[in-house]
């Protein structure tokens, strides 16, 4: 089977979030198990020299875009086993930075009318067509606005798969027809009008024949008004469509017994070792090398969404414990100043590492014993599932992926992989926190629980075997209504 994924990121191109490292790991995934699989991507000015100094031109020409006829390049580089293609055209994407820009929304219909109009010349026909978040969310649109007559594009099925529910792409109206070529028919609710204006988002969820998500908990916290972002009723209303898959993670690239970030190698069988990575990040922190108390680790955007107002209400209560803290991050100003404080005042105990740096992330990864991540909501997360690989045991709230993926530990069971609460409340994770502490002082339990982490299996075989699925059987529905339509005649 032929597939396309259709994102706006993917490693090791452009990155700004879990997004980029989906479209970088799952293709290769689905591979592995026997399908076709390529990616088309935009071609970004801040897309590393080398990258760009290897793409080839496959082809050039102009795409409709409202009253326009734009310039578009398609360029192809094979990596690491799979085939990608890109959407060049400087004017919209040579720019510094991905997103953010007052013309997004003429970008990003550019870049899906592109991809729809460069099909025909990739040499390669993808029976799916699997697109990411709101930046492709016109394409199911467009598929059938502009395309539906078409029959190269008859049988073409479309997979969109929301990453964030909270980032939708939503513009003025005057877009309709300017730049989308689209008619008042598609300006409903049925269509892609969202309170007086026009969504991506929408469209993708509207049009598309399934949808996904990246885990079963956000599936369905997303039928809810708390979660859905005012489209809950939609979701709703398209549930029997829509599914919820957790992500995975690149295991051999998030592998302690192998990474090359890291101070010491070690395994699940081998775990005593990780107390070695703990004492050299702490001498690289400037930290006391002490093994006899717990590091807490915490690797994240400093936004609300991650919980951070939680672990501001009670750090002082956090620090007054005998742990150590090592923050790596950049984000909202209040959350930086608040480590930076907190750092200043307790130079021992905490290390504010207001930046980001891939080395010292897996370093925290593999030297901390905790890892906080006590969200406001989380679609899946990914920092957790590398934690987990690395034996830093997640301390979250029930939300999202974070449900899906940590187990809490049962004392009288001894199952179990990190430590969890429910209630958005900040003494809840306190008392969790305090919890985890607690039998971090209980060596052979600690033990039990860091092996049940280490061992936990994230990695996207499963999940790849359910998308391959949902393939297989839209292709067999839609192969099915076909039969139905010619018995009709």
Same mark, same amino acid.
């Given at each position: 089977m032929k597939v396309l994924f259709v994102a706006s990121e993917g490693v090791p191109f452009a990155k700004t979030g879990g997004l980029a490292d989906v479209i970088g790991s799952l293709p290769r995934a689905l591979i592995n198990q026997g399908l076709d699989v390529r990616v088309v991507l935009p071609k970004y000015g801040v897309i590393p020299l080398h990258y760009r100094n290897s793409m080839v031109c496959k082809k050039t020409f102009t795409v409709p875009l409202g009253w326009r006829n734009v310039y578009c390049g398609l360029e192809q580089l094979e990596h690491e086993g799979i085939t990608y293609y890109f959407i060049d055209n400087e004017y919209y994407f040579k720019r510094q930075g991905l997103y953010g820009f007052r013309d997004d929304a003429e970008r990003y219909a550019f870049f899906c009318r592109a991809v729809l109009e460069s099909l025909p010349h990739l040499g390669f026909v993808p029976r799916i067509l699997h697109c990411h978040d709101w930046h492709t969310g016109m394409i199911s649109v467009f598929l059938q606005a502009h395309y539906g007559n078409h029959p190269f594009y008859k049988d073409i099925r479309t997979v969109f798969t929301v990453h964030n529910l909270q980032y939708q792409g939503v513009f003025p109206k005057d877009i309709l027809g300017d730049i989308l070529d689209l008619g008042e028919e598609y300006f409903t609710l049925d269509g892609v009008e969202f309170y007086g204006q026009v969504s991506f988002i929408k469209g993708g969820l509207n049009y598309s024949h399934i949808l996904t998500t990246v885990s079963e908990t956000y599936a369905r916290e997303i039928q809810t008004p708390y979660y859905g972002e005012q489209l809950d009723?939609?979701?709703?209303?398209?549930?029997?469509?829509?599914?919820?898959?957790?992500n995975g993670i690149d295991t051999d690239y998030y592998n302690p017994a192998t990474d090359p970030h890291i101070f010491v190698h070690y395994s699940w069988e081998t775990p005593e070792k990780k107390q070695d990575n703990k004492k050299y990040l702490q001498e690289i922190l400037c930290l006391p090398t002490r093994h006899d108390i717990p590091l807490l680790g915490l690797v994240s955007r400093l936004v609300s969404q991650k919980g951070l107002d939680l672990i501001a209400c009670v750090l002082e209560e956090i620090l007054s414990m005998d742990v150590q803290l090592v923050v790596l991050g950049t984000g909202e100003k209040r959350y930086e100043e608040l480590f930076q404080h907190a750092a200043g005042r307790y130079p021992e105990k905490v290390s504010a590492n207001i930046m980001f740096g891939n080395t010292l992330a897996h370093r925290i990864y593999a030297? @901390?014993?905790?890892?906080?991540?006590? @969200?406001?909501?989380?679609?899946?997360?990914?920092g957790q599932l590398i934690a987990l690989r690395y034996g830093s045991i997640p301390v979250v709230r029930e939300t999202g992926g974070l449900k899906d993926t940590v187990q809490p530990y049962n004392e009288y069971t001894g199952e179990g992989n990190g430590f969890s609460f429910t209630n958005y409340n900040a003494h809840d994770f306190l008392y969790t926190l305090k919890r985890a502490v607690h039998f971090y002082h209980q060596g052979p339990v600690w033990s039990k629980i860091l092996v049940n982490a280490m061992k936990s299996d994230y990695s996207w075989y499963k999940s790849a075997q359910k998308y391959q699925d949902l393939y297989k059987k839209l292709v067999m529905d839609a192969e099915e209504s076909k039969t139905q339509d010619r018995q009709m005649i």
């Open positions: 009723g939609l979701l709703r209303h398209r549930r029997d469509r829509l599914h919820g898959i957790v030297g @901390s014993d905790l890892f906080l991540m006590p @969200s406001l909501f989380e679609p899946c997360g990914i």
